[in-house]
C-alpha cells in the first residue's frame, strides 16, 4: 500500500481522465471511445507509512486519498498535508463547458487554486465528474505550521503540558514541573503560586524578600515624625517628644487648649505646633508690663471690655452744627439738618439756606455728533463765577465737567456727543452770598436721540417715460430732517450726487466734469441740472446725504432719445 497518483495517455479528451480506485490501489483510466481508441494508465507509487499525529497523538497516515463525485466536485486536503495531485474523470465530456476543459491538462489533471483546493465548479448540468487527490503529509515544523499553529489545537500525554517554543513559535509538549508552593517557604504569610515559581502575601510589617517574608524596617521611612522610631518584629512604635503623643503610629501634636484654659484672666489660649499661646482677648492688648488692657474706645467692665459713649461722656466731642454718633469703639461726627461741608470750607458745617435754580431745558436731548451745552439758570453769570461753586455727579458717580468736557461757569459743553455721554446729571450747587449761604441740587437728564434723514425724488414722476435727448432737466432731490440741524440746509452741498454704474464704483459728479452737470439748491430741493443730455448719459443717478452719522440716498433712472 503506497501513494499513487494516476494519470491517462490516449484518450480522445483529457476530460476522459483516469482515477484511483477507492479498494484495492488500482489506476484506471476511462474514455468515452476507449473501443476504438486505445488508452493508457499510468501510475506513480511511493510508499505510505503509518506515524502518531504530532498535534493530536492519533494514528496518520504520510498519504491520504481524496474523491469527490457530483456536479461540481471539490477537494482539500486536511491541515498539515500538501496535494500532490489532483485527476479528473467524467463519462460525459462532451457536455463540459470550454472554461472548465481549459482547467484539465493533457495528463487528465488540475492544478489547484492559491489556497490548495482542486474544484471544477458547475462542471454539468447533469450527470457528475469526479476528481480523485492524493494528499502528502509535511514534515517537522512545517506539518505543525500548518496543522496545530497554537497550544490549543494539541494533545500533550500526562505528565506532560504545551508550551510555546521560544525560537520556533511553535508549540511543543514538555515535562510538567511541580508548582512553587508544594513547599511554603512563606512564614508569617500566604503561599501565592505562579506556575514552578511562587510569591507570598505576607502579614503587615513584612514583606516578600524572594523567598520568605522577611521583617519591615519601618523605621527607615521616619514614621514617627516629632518623637523617635523603635523598630520591632511586625511593627514598630514611636518616642514621641513634648507637646507630641503617638496616635495612629505616628506624633501628632497635642492640643493644649483643649485640656483646660492654661491662660490666664482677659486671655485667650491658641495652639501651636508641640506648644500653644496665650495671648489678649478681643479688644484687650498686651501693655509694657505684660498685662492685658483694653484699647482706645473701651473700658473694662467685669471680665471683658465694652464701649465707651464718646457723645455722653466727652463734653464738645464734635464741634458747633455737628451731631455727634457713637459707634462701636469710636464716634464720628457728622452736620446737622440745616448746615452742610462747603467745597471752600471742607472742616467746619456751614448754616445754609435752600436756593431756588433750574436747568434751563427740562430734559436736553443731543444728537451723536453734535453739540450740546448744559445750563443752570437761576442767578445772574457773575454771581455764579465770583460766589458760586458747582460739584457734579453722572447717574449717582462723582463727574469730573473740566476732564470730561469743557467745563463753564454755569454748566457744561460737550463736543462730539456720543451715547456714553447720556445719563443723569446733579448739580449740587453752592453760593457764598453777603446776605447769606446758598445750597441747592438741580437734577439733569441728558438722553441721545438718533437723527435721521428721509430722501425722494420731488419730479420722479417726470422720469417715467423716454426724455428728449438735448433739452435741458433737472433732478429735484428733496432731503426732510429730523433731530439734525444744518449750518446752511441751503448749501448744496449738503448732498452727494453719483452716477451708478452696476459692478463698479458709482462715480461722483462735479460741475467742472464731464458729465456738463450744474448742482445748486432752489425751492426747497437739491438740484441736479443736466444742459444738454443726450442718450450716453442715460443711466441710474443717486442723491446721497452723508453728515452727522446719519447716512441716506435715493437713486432715479433716466433715459434720453
Request: hydrophobic share 30%.
Amino acid at each position: 500500500q503506497g501513494g499513487m497518483r494516476c494519470h491517462t495517455y490516449g484518450a480522445p479528451t483529457a476530460a476522459d481522465g483516469g482515477y484511483i480506485e477507492d479498494h484495492g490501489g488500482k489506476c484506471v483510466a476511462r474514455a468515452s471511445h476507449a473501443r476504438h481508441f486505445g488508452i493508457r494508465a499510468v501510475a506513480y507509487c511511493g510508499s505510505r507509512t503509518q506515524m502518531r499525529d504530532p498535534c493530536t497523538g492519533d494514528d496518520i497516515y504520510s498519504t491520504e486519498y481524496r474523491v469527490d463525485s457530483s456536479m461540481s466536485p471539490s477537494i482539500e486536503c486536511p491541515p498539515g498535508y500538501l496535494m500532490a495531485s489532483c485527476a479528473f474523470h467524467s463519462p460525459w465530456t462532451q457536455d463540459i463547458s470550454a472554461t472548465n476543459r481549459a482547467k484539465i491538462s493533457s495528463i487528465s489533471s488540475v492544478d489547484p487554486d492559491g489556497d490548495g483546493v482542486c474544484e471544477v465548479n458547475n462542471c454539468l448540468a447533469s450527470g457528475f465528474c469526479k476528481l480523485t487527490a492524493i494528499c502528502v503529509k509535511l514534515t517537522g515544523d512545517e506539518y505543525l505550521r500548518e496543522a496545530c499553529p497554537t497550544c490549543d489545537m494539541v494533545n500533550c500525554d500526562d505528565g506532560f503540558e504545551c508550551q510555546m517554543n521560544s525560537e520556533t513559535n511553535l508549540p511543543q509538549c514538555t515535562e510538567t514541573l511541580p508548582g512553587g508552593c508544594d513547599v511554603d517557604n512563606c512564614g508569617p504569610g500566604e503561599c501565592v503560586e505562579n506556575g514552578t515559581q511562587y510569591t507570598c502575601a505576607c502579614e503587615s510589617g513584612f514583606s516578600f524578600d524572594g523567598e520568605t517574608c522577611s521583617d519591615v524596617d519601618e523605621c527607615a521611612l521616619s514614621p514617627c515624625g516629632n518623637g523617635e522610631c523603635v523598630n520591632a518584629e511586625g511593627g514598630y512604635t514611636c518616642k514621641c517628644m513634648d507637646g507630641y503623643t503617638n496616635e495612629r503610629g505616628t506624633c501628632v501634636d497635642v492640643n493644649e487648649c483643649l485640656t483646660g484654659n492654661p491662660c490666664g484672666d482677659y486671655q485667650r489660649c491658641s495652639n501651636l505646633e508641640g506648644s500653644f499661646l496665650c495671648d489678649c482677648l478681643q479688644t484687650f492688648y498686651r501693655d509694657s508690663d505684660g498685662d492685658c488692657v483694653c484699647v482706645d474706645g473701651y473700658k473694662p467692665s467685669g471680665s471683658e471690655c465694652v464701649d465707651v459713649d464718646e457723645c455722653v461722656e466727652e463734653e464738645d466731642a464734635c464741634g458747633e452744627n455737628e451731631v455727634c454718633t457713637n459707634t462701636v469703639g469710636n464716634f464720628k461726627c457728622a452736620c446737622d439738618g440745616n448746615s452742610t461741608v462747603f467745597p471752600t470750607r471742607p472742616d467746619e458745617c456751614t448754616d445754609y439756606v435752600a436756593c431756588e435754580l433750574y436747568s434751563e431745558e427740562q430734559e436736553y436731548r443731543a444728537v451723536r455728533g453734535n453739540t450740546i451745552t448744559v445750563k443752570i439758570a437761576g442767578v445772574k453769570h457773575n454771581v455764579f463765577k465770583n460766589k458760586g461753586t458747582i460739584v457734579w455727579t453722572k447717574d449717582g458717580q462723582p463727574w469730573d465737567a473740566n476732564s470730561a468736557a469743557s467745563e463753564l461757569v454755569q454748566g457744561f459743553t460737550i463736543y462730539d456727543f456720543q451715547p456714553e455721554d447720556a445719563g443723569y446729571y446733579e448739580a449740587t450747587i453752592y453760593l457764598e452770598l453777603k446776605t447769606g449761604d446758598k445750597m441747592c441740587n438741580v437734577g439733569i437728564p441728558v438722553s441721545m436721540v438718533e437723527g435721521s434723514a428721509a430722501m425722494s425724488i420731488a419730479n420722479v414722476e417726470k422720469f417715467a417715460s423716454t426724455l428728449p435727448a438735448g433739452k435741458g432737466v433737472a433732478i429735484q432731490c428733496k432731503v426732510v430732517l429730523t433731530n439734525l440741524k444744518l449750518d446752511n440746509a441751503k448749501d448744496p452741498n449738503n448732498v452727494n450726487w453719483y452716477k451708478v454704474i452696476p459692478g463698479e464704483s458709482d462715480i461722483p459728479l462735479r460741475e467742472d466734469d464731464e458729465y456738463n452737470v450744474n448742482i445748486n439748491y432752489k425751492s426747497g430741493t437739491y438740484r441736479l441740472w443736466f444742459d444738454n443730455p443726450q442718450a450716453a448719459d442715460s443711466g441710474t443717478y443717486k442723491c446721497e446725504f452723508n453728515k452727522q452719522n446719519v447716512y441716506a440716498f435715493v437713486e432715479v433712472t433716466l433715459e434720453w432719445q
